[in-house]
Every structure is written in C-alpha cells, then in structure tokens.
C-alpha cells in the first residue's frame, strides 16, 4: 500500500520561513522521482520542485527559484521542501507527490500523492 504522509506547513507573514516533510512508503522510493506541488484556489496545479532518485538532479518554478529547496533522504524515505522569504502567491495547499517511473519528470508521472497541507501566507 502506498502512502505518502506529509507533515509541516501552516500560516507564516510575508518573509517567513516553513519546512514541508513527506514521508514514503509502499514503492521503491529510492528510484523514484519526487515533487512538491500547489494548488491555488481557482488555479491549477503546478510544480514548485522536484527531485530525481539520486538527488543530483533537481528542478524549480521560476517563482521559487532561489527561495525553496527540495532535498530527499534515501535512507528515510523522505522528502523535504524548505521554503525561504515566503510571499503571499505562496499561498495554497501544497502535495508531495512520487513519479515511480520517471522518464521525464513531467506531471502525468506522478501517479502517487500526498493529502496535502495549507500554507498561507499572510502580508
């Protein structure tokens, strides 16, 4: 049974930090891509970041560039997404989700997700 747990996230004021964790289980994490995505109301979902297996190789929204960071711990079956100087687009609910067969690290991949989690961020 798959499962991805996230955990973190919360209301923060504009400049503010927050740390989003998932925890894994069910597949074979370690060759799996991994991705934080948001969801804003009335919008679609898009991908903030992701991750390939080996962690060497990681991808960002323009929008976060420079202000999130993805990072996964094979060992723990974990992913991690720091967010730094949060701004209000920030806002929305935020899913860690699991590409098992990633090829290309595009979005029809990701086939597991997480229950999400809210950030808000407030001015």
């Known amino acids: 049974q798959v499962q991805l747990v996230q955990s973190g996230g919360g209301s923060v004021q504009t400049g503010g930090s927050l740390r989003l964790s998932c925890a894994a289980s069910?597949?074979?994490?370690?060759?799996?891509?991994m991705g934080w995505f948001r969801q804003a109301p009335g919008k679609e979902r898009e991908k903030v970041a992701s991750?390939?297996?080996?962690?060497?190789?990681?991808y960002y929204a323009d929008s976060v560039k420079g202000r999130f960071s993805i990072s996964r711990d094979n060992a723990k079956n974990a992913l991690y997404l720091e967010m730094n100087s949060l701004k209000p687009e920030d806002t929305g609910m935020y899913f860690c989700a699991a590409a098992p067969r990633c090829i290309f690290d595009s979005i029809s991949e990701y086939t597991y997700w997480g229950q999400g989690t809210q950030v808000t961020v407030s001015s």
């Open positions: 069910g597949f074979t994490y370690s060759r799996a891509c």
């Open positions: 991750i390939w297996s080996g962690g060497g190789r990681t």
